[in-house]
Structure formats: C-alpha cells, structure tokens
C-alpha cells in the first residue's frame, strides 16, 4: 500500500515510526507549514516534518488544503490509503479520494469524547479508562465507522502528559494492527452509535483552567491534572495569577471553600467544599515552575 501520512505534533511522530519500522511505503508527509518561534522567532519545523527528512520522506506544507496545486501533488502520488493523526481537519476533497479512504487515530474510545481535547477532558471528568480508537474519515468530525479500538486505563497519579506519552505509545502499534487488517482485506467496521453517557472533548480555553473552590477537592484535583503540564490550571492568589500543575487533597468536613493560608506546618494549602487541596508544583505569575515550597518562602505573609 502507497500510505500518504498527516500529523503534526510529537503524538503523531510515534505513528509514523512504526508505520516506517514495519516495512509500509509512505510516499509523503503532510503537516504545518514551519512557524516562528523562540526568543529569535526564527522558523520551526514541525515534529512530524523532523521525523519525515530523518528518514528522506517528501514533506508537503500546504497553507490552503484545497489549492489546485496541492491536490495535483496529492494525486500524483496515487496513494492507496491516507493515515491522519493530530492534524486539523480535511476538506472531502482530500480525505475521500484515495481508494481505500483515510484512516484516523483517535485518543479517545469513540463515540466517547469526540472533539480537540479528549486527553485533557477524559481527566478532568475523573474518569478511569479511555483509550485509542483508528476509525475511517466521512464528513463530520471523529464520527467515521471504527477500526479498531484498544483502552487504557487512567491512574489516580497520571496527569495530561503521562497520559499522552502512554496513548501515543499504544495507539502507534493500534496503527500498525489497523494498516496490517486493511492490507489484508479485512475492512470490517463498526458504526459509531452516540448513547447519552456519552461525553465531548472541546478545545481548552481560559475558562476552563480557571479553578472553582466551590467544587469538592476531588474535581478541583482532576481539574489540575487534566491541564498539566499544559496549559495549566490557574487562581488569583494576593491579586496575582498563580498556576498549579500538581498536588494532593485531604477530605475534611465542613471547611469553608476559598480559604488560601500556610498552615502549621508551614505547608500551603487552598479549601475547596469538602477539604483542602495542598498544591505541590505551582508557577506565580511572571515567575518560572517551582517547588511550593519555594513560593512559600518567598510570600509575604
């Protein structure tokens, strides 16, 4: 099979691989075109381009998606199959001409969590098991008739990165698993069938990280994991942003929510509706990532 590939960030760059290792032709790579960043704005290449010119595979960087000019690159590639991870969404155009369609890697159990964040929201929801999902693409958004799926289950101390790390590593060899059934023939999918359990995974915006101290300090704890190590849920402290990536919780009765204060032992803790959640890695405002223990050292108390 002649495989075009579409990605972008490092969770795509693990699919790659192992499509490249297991002996798959890629004739091309599609990601974003190179971006200024740094302190010197100088262009950055995308993860996904890095890995493609490490192993000599052509790289298309196509600002519009349906220019004439990309789709005639496209077609002369005659490719059989189309894999897409981490990439934004494709126009019909360019999903629905290959023979046998395009293939996606989701990193959620469709029809559960369907949307930009599933990582982050899965988390933030308290759940305890999610996984990857390889569904073929139609029209609307994560909706195609799945694949194959493979879950995973989510530890009380794993947080957005860990996560990310072990369903990229999972939904690269769910990957293979799909292209090796593909090239055997074997297209046999299941339609997607939404029941009311199940739950969205929109983009993360401001508000969300925004920590409400209303909320039992078991969703206020899901809620930091669900936004570390980004983008980071945030609260005012002495009229300044304070972050917090990590911590822990003890359960007490009748505390009053919104209480920040050093207690005793000079730990720094925040009271939310049925106890107090005791921050571990925090970053002020204008101020790097720190041990608490060092914000604590630093207030003015």
Known sequence: MKIIFYGTPQFAVASLEKIIENG?????VVTAPDKPAGRGMQLH?????????????PVLQPVNLKAPE????????????????????????VW??????????????????????????????????TGVTTFFLKHAIDTGNILMQKEVEILEDDDVGTLHDKLMTIGAD????????????????????????????PKIFTQDCELNWN????????????????????????????????GYYLLEENTSPGIFEVDSTKHFRISGS??????????????RKMPVQDFVNGLKI
């Not at 290449?45 to 595979?57: E, F, P, T, W």
């Not at 990309?70 to 155009?93: S, T």
């Open 274 to 287: 049925n106890g107090w959640y005791y921050p571990t890695l925090v970053q002020p405002e204008g101020k």
């Open 215 to 246: 909320m039992s300090v078991q969703s206020i704890h899901n809620q930091i994991r669900g936004l570390s190590p980004y983008p980071g849920a945030l609260t005012k402290y002495q009229d300044k942003i304070l972050k917090i990536y990590k």
């Open 96 to 129: 629905n001409f290959p023979p046998l369609g395009t293939m996606n890697l989701h990193a959620s159990l469709l029809p559960n969590y369907r949307g930009a964040a599933p990582i982050n929201r899965a988390i933030m929801n308290g759940e305890t098991h």
């Open 24 to 28: 798959f032709e890629v004739v091309a």
């Open 70 to 93: 990309f789709i005639a690159q496209l077609e002369a590639l005659k490719p059989d199959l189309q894999v897409i991870i981490a990439f934004r969404m494709l126009p019909e155009m």
């Open 174 to 201: 769910l990957v293979v698993e799909s292209l090796r059934k593909i090239e055997a023939g074997d297209i046999a999918t299941t339609p997607q069938i939404v029941l009311p359990e199940h739950k969205h995974a």
């Open 45 to 57: 290449q995308s993860d996904v381009k890095v890995c493609a010119l490490k192993h000599a595979i």
